[in-house]
Protein backbone atom coordinates (compact mmCIF):
# COMPACT_ATOMS: atom_id res chain seq x y z
CA UNK A 1 0.00 0.00 0.00
CA UNK A 2 1.48 3.14 -0.94
CA UNK A 3 0.71 6.24 1.08
CA UNK A 4 -1.62 7.84 -0.95
CA UNK A 5 -3.81 4.42 -0.11
CA UNK A 6 -2.69 4.72 2.93
CA UNK A 7 -4.62 8.57 3.57
CA UNK A 8 -7.70 7.22 2.08
CA UNK A 9 -8.19 4.80 4.40
CA UNK A 10 -7.76 6.81 7.61
CA UNK A 11 -10.67 8.41 8.66
CA UNK A 12 -10.59 12.71 8.45
CA UNK A 13 -10.87 14.92 10.79
CA UNK A 14 -11.52 18.94 9.93
CA UNK A 15 -8.35 20.36 11.11
CA UNK A 16 -6.18 23.56 9.26
CA UNK A 17 -2.03 22.81 8.88
CA UNK A 18 -0.73 26.20 10.10
CA UNK A 19 2.66 27.77 10.55
CA UNK A 20 3.13 27.78 14.86
CA UNK A 21 2.58 31.28 16.46
CA UNK A 22 3.83 32.07 19.95
CA UNK A 23 0.17 31.88 21.50
CA UNK A 24 0.97 28.18 20.38
CA UNK A 25 4.71 27.44 22.17
CA UNK A 26 2.92 26.32 25.48
CA UNK A 27 0.12 23.86 24.12
CA UNK A 28 2.89 22.19 21.96
CA UNK A 29 5.22 21.81 24.74
CA UNK A 30 2.65 19.98 26.90
CA UNK A 31 1.29 18.03 24.16
CA UNK A 32 4.86 17.07 23.91
CA UNK A 33 4.99 16.36 27.43
CA UNK A 34 2.35 13.59 26.90
CA UNK A 35 3.95 12.04 23.77
CA UNK A 36 6.91 11.72 24.52
CA UNK A 37 7.50 10.46 28.32
CA UNK A 38 10.67 9.04 30.07
CA UNK A 39 8.52 6.09 30.56
CA UNK A 40 7.86 5.00 26.74
CA UNK A 41 11.20 6.22 25.86
CA UNK A 42 13.60 6.13 28.84
CA UNK A 43 16.81 6.68 26.83
CA UNK A 44 16.17 9.09 24.19
CA UNK A 45 18.96 11.12 23.01
CA UNK A 46 16.95 14.25 23.05
CA UNK A 47 14.81 14.90 25.71
CA UNK A 48 11.66 16.94 25.56
CA UNK A 49 11.81 20.07 27.20
CA UNK A 50 10.30 23.55 26.72
CA UNK A 51 13.40 24.40 24.89
CA UNK A 52 12.75 21.86 22.29
CA UNK A 53 9.67 23.89 21.51
CA UNK A 54 11.62 27.99 22.11
CA UNK A 55 14.74 27.26 20.31
CA UNK A 56 13.00 25.78 17.16
CA UNK A 57 10.51 28.41 17.42
CA UNK A 58 12.99 31.05 17.33
CA UNK A 59 15.60 29.63 14.73
CA UNK A 60 13.38 28.31 11.95
CA UNK A 61 9.93 29.14 12.89
CA UNK A 62 8.57 28.77 9.27
CA UNK A 63 9.52 24.87 9.86
CA UNK A 64 6.99 24.68 13.01
CA UNK A 65 3.76 24.10 11.96
CA UNK A 66 0.25 22.63 13.91
CA UNK A 67 -2.58 20.75 13.56
CA UNK A 68 -5.98 22.99 14.90
CA UNK A 69 -9.18 21.28 14.74
CA UNK A 70 -11.72 23.70 13.14
CA UNK A 71 -14.48 23.11 15.71
CA UNK A 72 -12.41 23.43 18.18
CA UNK A 73 -9.33 25.24 17.25
CA UNK A 74 -7.34 22.81 19.75
CA UNK A 75 -3.64 22.07 18.77
CA UNK A 76 -4.00 18.25 18.18
CA UNK A 77 -0.80 18.09 16.17
CA UNK A 78 2.37 19.50 15.50
CA UNK A 79 5.96 19.22 13.91
CA UNK A 80 9.27 20.93 14.12
CA UNK A 81 12.00 20.86 11.66
CA UNK A 82 15.17 22.79 11.05
CA UNK A 83 17.45 22.75 8.08
CA UNK A 84 21.02 21.99 7.85
CA UNK A 85 23.85 23.19 5.04
CA UNK A 86 27.37 20.98 4.84
CA UNK A 87 29.19 22.41 1.79
CA UNK A 88 31.06 19.31 0.06
CA UNK A 89 28.24 17.10 0.44
CA UNK A 90 25.98 15.58 -2.27
CA UNK A 91 22.73 18.17 -1.40
CA UNK A 92 24.29 20.44 0.04
CA UNK A 93 21.30 21.72 2.13
CA UNK A 94 19.20 18.85 3.99
CA UNK A 95 16.07 19.20 6.20
CA UNK A 96 15.76 17.48 9.68
CA UNK A 97 12.32 16.60 11.28
CA UNK A 98 13.49 16.80 14.98
CA UNK A 99 9.91 16.26 16.11
CA UNK A 100 6.75 14.86 14.76
CA UNK A 101 3.69 14.41 17.09
CA UNK A 102 -0.14 13.97 17.03
CA UNK A 103 -2.29 13.70 20.18
CA UNK A 104 -3.74 10.11 20.85
CA UNK A 105 -7.36 10.62 20.02
CA UNK A 106 -6.25 12.06 16.46
CA UNK A 107 -4.09 9.19 15.43
CA UNK A 108 -5.26 7.54 12.33
CA UNK A 109 -6.93 10.75 11.19
CA UNK A 110 -3.92 11.81 8.52
CA UNK A 111 -2.56 14.74 10.80
CA UNK A 112 1.14 13.30 10.52
CA UNK A 113 0.74 12.97 7.26
CA UNK A 114 -0.78 16.37 6.21
CA UNK A 115 2.07 18.01 8.96
CA UNK A 116 4.70 16.34 7.43
CA UNK A 117 3.58 17.10 3.88
CA UNK A 118 3.23 20.72 4.42
CA UNK A 119 6.89 20.56 5.86
CA UNK A 120 8.14 18.98 2.87
CA UNK A 121 7.00 21.36 0.29
CA UNK A 122 8.22 24.36 2.51
CA UNK A 123 11.73 22.75 2.55
CA UNK A 124 11.58 21.73 -0.85
CA UNK A 125 10.85 25.69 -1.89
CA UNK A 126 13.79 26.75 0.14
CA UNK A 127 16.20 24.69 -1.56
CA UNK A 128 16.31 20.92 0.50
CA UNK A 129 17.11 18.38 -1.77
CA UNK A 130 16.89 15.05 1.07
CA UNK A 131 15.20 15.25 4.42
CA UNK A 132 16.82 13.50 7.58
CA UNK A 133 14.47 11.67 10.37
CA UNK A 134 15.55 9.23 12.75
CA UNK A 135 13.85 7.50 15.33
CA UNK A 136 14.26 4.68 18.08
CA UNK A 137 15.25 1.36 16.13
CA UNK A 138 12.10 -0.30 18.22
CA UNK A 139 9.66 2.38 17.39
CA UNK A 140 7.63 0.20 15.07
CA UNK A 141 5.15 2.78 14.93
CA UNK A 142 7.19 5.23 13.91
CA UNK A 143 9.48 3.51 11.37
CA UNK A 144 5.92 2.32 9.50
CA UNK A 145 4.87 6.33 9.52
CA UNK A 146 8.23 7.30 7.84
CA UNK A 147 8.60 4.60 5.55
CA UNK A 148 4.74 5.37 4.28
CA UNK A 149 5.80 8.31 3.40
CA UNK A 150 8.70 7.51 1.21
CA UNK A 151 11.79 7.80 3.49
CA UNK A 152 14.12 4.69 3.81
CA UNK A 153 15.82 3.14 6.83
CA UNK A 154 19.41 4.05 5.01
CA UNK A 155 21.22 2.65 7.82
CA UNK A 156 21.16 1.28 11.86
CA UNK A 157 22.85 3.69 14.78
CA UNK A 158 23.33 2.51 18.06
CA UNK A 159 23.07 4.90 20.91
CA UNK A 160 24.47 4.33 24.14
CA UNK A 161 23.89 5.80 27.44
CA UNK A 162 25.20 5.49 30.59
CA UNK A 163 23.61 6.86 34.01
CA UNK A 164 26.46 8.68 36.05
CA UNK A 165 25.88 8.43 39.87
CA UNK A 166 26.38 11.37 41.93
CA UNK A 167 29.26 11.29 43.78
CA UNK A 168 29.74 12.10 47.61
CA UNK A 169 30.08 15.25 48.26
CA UNK A 170 33.48 14.96 50.84
CA UNK A 171 35.11 12.31 48.38
CA UNK A 172 34.87 14.89 45.63
CA UNK A 173 36.26 18.14 47.77
CA UNK A 174 38.95 15.79 48.50
CA UNK A 175 39.82 14.71 45.34
CA UNK A 176 39.61 18.96 44.17
CA UNK A 177 42.58 19.56 46.11
CA UNK A 178 44.80 16.64 45.38
CA UNK A 179 47.41 16.79 42.58
CA UNK A 180 47.57 14.41 39.65
CA UNK A 181 50.95 12.84 41.49
CA UNK A 182 48.84 12.26 44.64
CA UNK A 183 45.34 10.76 43.30
Not at 27 to 35: F, N
Not at 60 to 76: N, R
Not at 155 to 160: D, E, K, R, V
Request: hydrophobic letters at 35%; one cysteine or more.
Amino acid sequence: MNAEDAENNKRKVEAEIRQMEIDDVSTVYHLGEKLFTSDEFPILYRTWDAFEVTDHFTSDPEYCLVAETEDDKKIVGFILATTIEKEGTAWKKYGYVSWIGVDEDYRRTNLGYRLYRRLEEKLRKNGVRMIIADTDADNEVAIAFFKSIGFSVSSQHTWLAKTLRRSRGKRQNKDKNRTDDEK
